[in-house]
């Protein structure tokens, strides 16, 4: 007991830290442009990054948040006893959600405010509930159709082209590309959004091999407005490498592992889409949605977009569920290579995950219409709290009863304590004081608890558990939905959003007597990685915001884009005219809110002078509309054109 309380100690005393990215060395200085002085490094340096615009994420414009899958972080190295204690944890996942495991009953909703219970309380109960099961597959069936998205088509069935493998495998490769194609728009964007993105992406690309042979211009162009543009640069040198590989030529693998080996971009939630909707392979889906989805399911307390434990815990959830489904198929059954079952059921399963999390499960969730609540913990765990207050009869969940005694060593180690996550939810949402918040408050004067319970929660019970309170409702009321929502809601844990960075940009369109402008394309990595923009400088921390400073700063960064020369003289350029402020452009990204002052300058010169611009970025462009731009520079574009009255 007593080493037990030690391990408990040191791992609630324990801080995770995450990589801090470097930051660039900023003037201090109120000059917005450098001089000669011993600064002028420093600030040269400041002025070669702001060719990259506003930031060097990987993260751009796109500010409608889905919950797809996001870019995956760099890889941290750990040391071998993290290694041994990842190892362990996956071993015990796998041991508590094998498939093979017989089912665990009788294990009752955690009571409130405590929630004791051990690592098995999260086998999911669809695990063991085929009927379950079935009735999610249903519901799916019935709504599929709703939302009209033209990515969602029959499984194509081996079975029906057994006698023609070339026309098989030339649908297999068709669909499997017309799914990859959707999972990566619906990254960090909406369905709605995407639906006509797709239509029209197939129309101009129906296959994978007119991907490959389309211009970089053209595919960052129908991209326009979909947001974090690195995705199409990625799609575009994949869809080259996969038609270009001598085995797979053109063909998408269906497996999991090759997928995401060898096409770039490609991550274990694109990967698993693409086996199970298209070759009908156990593989999970486990994108935003899901993880809400399943954290309520398994009654999962805790963070599940930055706790790798916890990511892992539910990613073998999935893993279990999907595999359990596939085994349910039985008349139509496909037994492929090495005896594996093949079948629709593991795409449909994915995606009725996904549906539901996306139309009921979510942060609000409508626990009335879900087809599952019988097997959601969360659910569970709401029930009981109406009951105890007479909003809902008792004996309607299965398990209703007290908690089992349990050891402090089985408890789980994943859950936060349930009065502090109640609590901080309140705080960061005032407006919806949860039910459970008001019948599980505690005295400021105790201590936060930093596991899922204080030692003394195993060996005492609470008032409200001892006691018998008799419900008078015969059906669940209104006001008791509204505490089993409000329970449902805190699962799974929020977290804290980081402030959003602030920068002011200065954005020079600098145009020449025959017309065209001066355009330059971003990095090929970062933001907006790859688009054309007009030369753009971000204005360093703690310099002079005047408009003054920043007319005068925008002539010198102008004067230094068509001659690098004149940066250590913070001379402009003889034949530069400034032809004014042309208005200011809000941007908001989803890291970063940017302000673009927008300038416009006339370059005097003939037709034969600075053609050819220093910057090998630089070109000249007469038709600027066409190029291929972010949204929120081409809307610094339209404050051009409406000086030049288009």
């Known amino acids: 007991m007593r080493r037990s309380l030690r391990q408990a100690r040191q791992k609630s005393s324990g801080a995770s830290y995450d990589s801090l990215n470097e930051l660039s060395d900023i003037n201090k200085s109120k000059v917005l442009i450098p001089s000669s002085s011993s600064n002028s490094r420093k600030r040269a340096a400041a002025v070669t990054q702001t060719r990259n615009d506003a930031s060097n994420s990987d993260k751009d414009d796109d500010y409608q948040v889905s919950d797809r899958e996001t870019p995956q972080k760099k890889r941290k190295i750990v040391s071998r006893s993290r290694n041994g204690q990842k190892n362990g944890s996956l071993q015990l996942f796998e041991q508590v959600f094998s498939i093979d495991r017989p089912a665990i009953k009788d294990i009752p909703p955690c009571q409130l405010p405590q929630r004791i219970h051990n690592i098995d309380y999260h086998r999911p109960l669809l695990l063991d509930s085929r009927k379950g099961r079935d009735k999610l597959l249903e519901w799916f069936d019935a709504v599929s159709s709703q939302r009209a998205m033209p990515w969602r088509k029959p499984w194509i069935d081996p079975l029906e082209n057994v006698d023609d493998p070339a026309l098989l495998r030339q649908r297999l490769e068709c669909r499997a590309y017309e799914v990859w194609i959707s999972e990566i728009m619906l990254q960090q964007t909406r369905v709605a959004v995407v639906i006509d993105y797709w239509n029209r992406w197939m129309e101009k690309w129906p296959t994978i091999h007119k991907l490959a042979a389309a211009e970089p211009d053209d595919v960052l162009a129908a991209w326009r407005g979909l947001g974090y543009y690195s995705r199409a640069t990625r799609i575009h040198s994949a ?205 400021k004067a105790k201590p936060r608890a930093q596991r899922q319970a204080t030692l003394s929660a195993f060996f005492t019970q609470s008032r409200e558990s001892k006691e018998d309170t008799i419900s008078t409702s015969t059906e669940i009321t209104s006001a008791g939905l509204v505490a089993i929502v409000d329970h449902a809601r805190n699962f799974p844990v929020k977290v804290v959003k980081k402030a959003v960075k602030e920068q002011e940009t200065l954005v020079c369109a600098i145009r020449r007597s025959d017309g065209r402008y001066l355009i330059h394309r971003r990095p090929q990595k970062g933001l907006l990685a790859g688009l054309w923009e007009f030369p753009s400088w971000i204005v360093p921390e703690d310099s002079e915001t005047t408009v003054t400073a920043y007319e005068r700063a925008a002539k010198l960064y102008a004067s230094t884009v068509l001659d690098p020369t004149l940066k250590s003289k913070s001379l402009t350029h003889p034949k530069l005219k400034y032809a004014g402020k042309l208005g200011s452009v809000p941007w908001l990204f989803s890291h970063l809110k940017l302000t673009m002052h927008v300038f416009l300058f006339d370059l005097k010169c003939s037709n034969d002078e600075l053609i050819t611009p220093p910057n090998a970025d630089d070109r000249w462009s007469s038709s600027v509309e066409e190029e291929s731009m972010g949204t929120g520079m081409r809307k610094c574009w339209e404050l051009v054109r409406e000086v030049n009255g288009d």
């Open 239 to 443: 869809s080259k490498l996969v038609c270009e590989d001598q085995v797979m030529k053109g063909l998408l693998p269906s497996v999991v592992d090759e997928l995401v080996a060898k096409v770039p971009g490609v991550g274990r939630y694109t990967a698993g889409a693409i086996s199970a909707i298209v070759f009908g392979k156990a593989a999970p889906m486990v994108d935003g949605n899901v993880l809400r989805v399943l954290s309520r399911q398994l009654g999962l307390l805790a963070n599940v977009k930055t706790e790798k434990s916890v990511i892992d815990l539910l990613w073998t959830a999935a893993d279990s569920l999907v595999k359990a489904v596939a085994e349910d198929c039985i008349e139509g059954e496909i037994s492929a290579s090495g005896g594996e079952k093949i079948s629709n059921r593991p795409g449909r399963w994915g995606q009725a995950l996904m549906e539901l999390g996306s139309t009921i499960c979510t942060p609000k969730p409508d626990c009335e219409a879900c087809p599952i609540s019988a097997s959601c913990r969360a659910y569970g765990e709401g029930l009981e709290l109406a009951s105890k207050g007479g909003l809902a009869p008792k004996g309607t969940h299965t398990g209703s009863g007290p908690p089992p005694p349990l050891d402090i060593e089985d408890s789980c180690n994943f859950c936060k304590p349930f009065e502090e996550v109640v609590e901080n939810t309140d705080e960061k949402d005032p407006e919806s004081v949860s039910t459970s918040r008001k019948n599980t408050s505690r005295s």
